[in-house]
């Protein structure tokens, strides 16, 4: 197949593009800047602009991109770059979709979508739940609205917390917990839909590569854990203790609104799509899946 990847340079879409690749797909990569290799070709989504020509061909679209969550406290102007650097970029995208016929849009969302759930397990038909990140993830995903009205065969991997060796959650937490400081947050009951950097592409491979599967997809481990699990499994992988706990109070007091929905809310996300399709995991607990990030 001829796969167009948008966010190709961050963790997941570098380690997708690897991934497709071995599996000898082509893949052209989207950048905003002027393209500097073969695979590259330009776009400017705040334009509504791609070079001429990149969609020509292609079997499936990828859209992986967006600003941090994470890494800055929510004000209006970080929620507002949240919000445009996801929808806007993603219209783009489903109307090139449309407008080229592309058979297949593969749309980044988040397990955001479903809000705070307790211990409750959802799937892909469980309503949107409340909070920012869920508001985020609705628009997120009705952005993809013209490819899908086109009759392209749109799907919204909503996406867990991603065990990567290269980064993000792991790049936070592993330092900390090596140092002795890992701790529980809150009551440490809150679920954590976790789900390792080769299941996350290779599940993104798998719903390009089967036509039979639409909507949104929960790209998740089978088995999610809450946090006091997950506390204990980390601690674990890379032997040491870990007996603190931050208190509730402590993180939405220093961190607010963003302290809360990242922290303290979660969701015990299962991937029913997947496992209904046949979807072979490579790594089916959070301790295998932290194993092979943390002895990479």
């Known amino acids: 197949m001829r796969v167009v990847v948008a966010g190709s340079s961050g963790l997941l879409g570098t380690a997708l593009v690897a991934h497709l690749r071995e599996a000898e797909h082509e893949v052209l990569r989207l950048v905003r800047r002027p393209?500097?290799?073969?695979?590259?070709?330009?776009?400017?989504?705040?334009?509504?602009?791609?070079?001429?020509?990149?969609?020509?061909?292609?079997?499936?679209?990828?859209?992986?991109?967006g600003v941090g969550i994470g890494d800055r406290p929510w004000s209006g102007a970080r929620r507002q770059a949240i919000r445009?650097?996801?929808?806007?970029?993603t219209e783009v995208l489903a109307t090139a979709a449309a407008e080229h016929g592309v058979a297949t849009l593969?749309?980044?969302?988040?397990?955001?979508?479903y809000g705070n759930t307790g211990g409750e397990a959802v799937d892909e038909s469980t309503?949107?739940?409340?909070?920012?990140?869920?508001?985020?993830?609705?628009?997120?995903?009705?952005?993809?609205?013209?490819?899908?009205?086109?009759?392209?065969?749109?799907?919204?991997?909503?996406?867990g917390l991603v065990l990567?060796?290269?980064?993000?959650?792991?790049?936070?937490?592993?330092?900390?917990?090596?140092?002795?400081?890992?701790?529980?947050?809150?009551?440490?009951?809150?679920?954590?839909?976790?789900?390792?950097?080769?299941?996350?592409?290779?599940?993104?491979?798998?719903?390009?590569?089967?036509?039979?599967?639409?909507?949104?997809?929960?790209?998740?481990?089978?088995?999610?854990?809450?946090n006091a699990e997950f506390t204990k499994a980390l601690a674990a992988a890379v032997r040491r203790p870990a007996v603190l706990a931050v208190p509730e109070f402590a993180i939405t007091t220093a961190l607010g609104a963003m302290g809360e929905e990242m922290l303290l809310y979660g969701q015990r996300a299962v991937p029913a799509k997947l496992l209904a399709a046949g979807y072979q995991y490579r790594h089916n607990t959070v301790a295998e899946a932290l194993s092979a990030a943390i002895d990479r």
């Open 35 to 65: 393209p500097a290799a073969p695979d590259e070709r330009g776009w400017d989504p705040p334009a509504g602009r791609v070079d001429e020509g990149t969609f020509d061909g292609v079997d499936a679209v990828v859209g992986l991109g």
């Open 84 to 89: 445009d650097s996801r929808n806007g970029p």
């Open 106 to 113: 593969l749309s980044a969302s988040a397990v955001g979508f």
């Open 127 to 159: 309503p949107s739940g409340g909070g920012f990140l869920a508001e985020v993830c609705r628009d997120w995903e009705a952005s993809t609205a013209k490819a899908r009205d086109a009759g392209v065969r749109v799907v919204t991997s909503r996406t």
């Open 164 to 226: 990567s060796p290269a980064g993000g959650l792991l790049g936070r937490l592993r330092p900390l917990f090596k140092s002795f400081a890992g701790a529980r947050l809150g009551s440490g009951q809150q679920y954590m839909p976790w789900v390792s950097l080769d299941d996350a592409v290779g599940a993104m491979r798998f719903l390009i590569e089967h036509p039979e599967i639409s909507g949104p997809v929960n790209v998740t481990g089978p088995t999610p854990v809450t």
